[in-house]
Structures are given as structure tokens and as C-alpha cells.
């Protein structure tokens, strides 16, 4: 089973930057999205298709529909150039997958 | 402060073996599933294992089921991961993650990662 996101996603500072997943299992199971830096550890920033943990800024949000999952980040900042992972189950929902990652450059 | 640290990484032979292990604390340890992801240099993350807050509920990616055991020491707070018959393949960073629910069947986010150790299989 294989969560597909586009390899990369190019916006300018101030821009809405969407990333999006692609998955069979997507409508019966929940989407995760994670941001991860150079060097450092993923950080959880999208749980259960569209919750926000605390401390992440409201311009992140999710949305799910049938078998595309969508990381929407309003108003980019220069701080949010990372890779940005979704990660799901399989239809078992036992094993978990995630998509191969989206790196976010602002120009 | 919330945290896991993980250790045991390092340079093994092909087929060798190695244990890693993931030191928590800032949270009440035996509450909460844990999981292993990796991530190959340059590459991306890839789940390996994840187990119940009990311990009773295990799963492992196809690529490491039958080679690697994942365990917990609720008494410790620890999170073990045996490995072996290593294989070049296998080279990664290893991450311990603590997961926001008690319970493998369904996980729920993993919320809270360590830095991770580097794991390479060569001879």
C-alpha cells in the first residue's frame, strides 16, 4: 500500500501552499501529517485529517476527501521550508505508511 | 519535560545483530503505544514497528518482520528494538516515537520523536 505526494511544491512568501496525498485507504483511515527540518526529528502537525496540536501556528490546516488528503499552509513563511510527510494505515489498519515526502521551498 | 532518547546505534556487520533502545520520561511511559521509524540517508521516513501501551499489541513493517523484535520495560520506561540479521539495506536513522493513544489497533499521531541513532549495516 503507498500514500503518493508530489516530490515538491515551490510557493512564494505570503502564498497558500497545498500538499496533497493520495491513498486507496484514505476515505476508511485517518491522515498524519509531519514536518521535518534538515537534522532534526519529524514534528506532528496535522493529526486526524485536520486537528492541530498546540503550539502549531493556525496558518496549518487539513482536509481529507475520498482518497486525497491535502496539507494547506496559508500565508507561507520563510520558516516553514521543510519536508513535509502524510502518513496513514493500511486498509488493516495495522500497518502504517507514509507517502515518500514533499519538499516545501519558499522562493 | 516530555522526552525519549534513543541509543545503541553504530556500525555492525551483514547479518549482524544490534539493540536499541529508547529511554522516556515527562509522561506516564506504560499509557502510551511507542513506534520505531526509520530514515535511510537522504531518503524518507519509513515505519518499522509499533507496540501497545501493554505490550500485548505488536505489528512490523514486511521488511523487518521475523529480523526485528520490538519490546517495553514499563517498570524502566524503556522501548527496546532487537535487530538481526542486518542488512545494508537496513542503514538508517532510527526514531522512537511516543504515540498519542494507548493502543496499536488503530495508532494514533506520534507526537512527541526522539533526535534518533544512526544505524549502519557494512563490512
Known amino acids: 500500500y503507498k500514500l503518493t505526494q508530489p516530490p515538491s511544491v515551490s510557493v512564494f512568501p505570503g502564498q497558500t501552499a497545498r500538499i496533497t496525498c493520495s491513498g486507496d485507504a484514505l476515505p476508511n483511515q485517518y491522515a498524519y501529517w509531519y514536518q521535518q527540518k534538515p537534522g532534526q526529528a519529524p514534528v506532528v502537525v496535522i493529526y486526524?485529517?485536520?486537528e492541530r496540536p498546540p503550539g502549531i501556528p493556525e496558518r496549518f490546516s487539513g482536509s481529507s476527501s475520498g482518497t486525497t488528503a491535502t496539507l494547506t499552509i496559508s500565508g507561507v513563511q520563510a520558516e516553514d521550508e521543510a519536508d513535509y510527510y502524510c502518513q496513514s494505515l493500511d486498509s488493516s489498519g495495522t500497518h502504517v505508511v507514509f507517502g515518500g515526502g514533499t519538499k516545501l521551498t519558499v522562493l | 519535560e516530555v522526552q525519549v532518547v534513543e541509543s545503541g546505534g553504530g556500525l555492525v556487520q551483514p547479518g549482524g545483530s544490534l539493540r536499541l533502545s529508547c529511554a522516556a520520561s515527562g509522561f506516564t511511559f506504560s499509557s502510551y503505544a511507542m513506534t520505531w521509524v526509520r530514515q535511510a540517508p537522504g531518503k524518507g521516513l519509513e515505519w518499522v514497528s509499533t507496540?501497545?501501551?501493554?505490550?500485548?499489541?505488536?505489528h512490523y513493517a514486511d521488511s523487518v518482520k521475523g529480523r526485528f523484535t520490538i519490546s517495553r520495560d514499563n517498570s524502566k520506561n524503556t522501548l527496546y528494538l532487537q535487530m538481526k540479521s542486518l542488512r545494508a539495506e537496513d542503514t538508517a536513522v532510527y526514531y522512537c516515537?511516543?504515540?498519542?493513544?494507548?493502543?496499536?489497533?488503530?495508532?494514533?499521531?506520534?507526537?512527541?520523536w526522539g533526535q534518533g541513532t544512526m544505524v549502519t549495516v557494512s563490512s
Open positions: 516515537a511516543k504515540v498519542d493513544s494507548s493502543s496499536s489497533d488503530p495508532p494514533g499521531a506520534f507526537d512527541i
Open positions: 486526524k485529517d485536520n
Open positions: 507496540i501497545s501501551a501493554g505490550g500485548a499489541g505488536i
